[in-house]
């Protein structure tokens, strides 16, 4: 009865890899800032479409997210705004104005990106993939 008491595991420690699985993009970023003792330096647009131009595989990608990003920003925008603009048509307290902006600005991000990512295919790549690919490109032209 002693013994079974000592082996018993919590249940967070029972499959170490399926948890790094499940949550792979932390231990990706995880592994990539490890160590770093300052950031990486901050990148232009030119940068950007550098490496869009030179890597065949990640850069169309890249390219493809940069362009949702811009079409997310856009819709939460326009969610923030007309919430708001409906809001105050009826309530004309601040805090109330205050809160339909934000949550209009989240429900307008958020269908803003699920449309993107059937739009443009985003379910199809690994965006995390890309992003990682861009950032070590950037360091070894920043840093060497």
């Not at 018993?8 to 420690?13: C, D, I, R």
């Not at 890899?17 to 030119?46: H, V």
Request: proline residues 3%.
């Amino acid at each position: 009865m002693g013994e079974e008491q000592a082996t018993k595991k919590p249940w967070w420690a029972y499959d170490k890899q399926a948890w790094r699985e499940r949550f792979d993009a932390i231990y990706k970023l995880g592994s990539f800032t490890q160590g770093r003792d300052k950031p990486l330096k901050r990148w232009s647009d030119a940068d950007v479409e550098e490496f869009i131009r030179t890597d065949p595989v990640y850069g169309p990608q890249l390219k493809v997210m940069r362009r949702s990003a811009k079409f997310c920003a856009a819709g939460a925008v326009v969610g923030g705004l007309s919430t708001t603009a409906l809001v105050s048509r009826y309530a004309k307290v601040p805090h109330g104005l205050l809160l339909s902006l934000v949550a209009g600005t989240m429900v307008g991000w958020c269908l803003a990106e699920e449309a993107a990512s059937i739009t443009y295919g985003l379910h199809k790549i690994d965006c995390m993939e890309a992003n990682l690919k861009f950032f070590d490109w950037w360091k070894e032209k920043t840093e060497g």
